[in-house]
């Protein structure tokens, strides 16, 4: 699966820069994430992606963004959220 990103490039998707993105959103935060808990989330995104879009299909950075953002609202970490975008809920 590739990713679209915002200039119109290209790349594979890599799971492991969406765990680096949610553990630089948890920095300063009062949430408890380490590395694990980033990769459960990361699978969790790449999971979701995968079962609406379907292996042979393109996905963006923009429905990455929202997945994350959905997967981190429901498991209630809403002040990762607030870094992770930079905006309050």
Known sequence: MKVIKKDG?????????????????TRGQKALLN??????????VVSCIKEFRGEEYNTSSYEIT???????????????ISSYVGYDK
Not at 35 to 44: F, L, T, V
């Open 66 to 80: 929202g997945v994350v953002i959905s997967i981190l609202d429901r498991d209630g970490f809403d002040d990762v």
């Open 35 to 44: 590395e694990s808990d980033a990769k459960i989330i990361a699978e969790d």
């Open 9 to 25: 490039r290209l790349q594979e998707l890599d799971q492991s820069k969406i765990e680096v993105s949610i553990l630089n959103a």
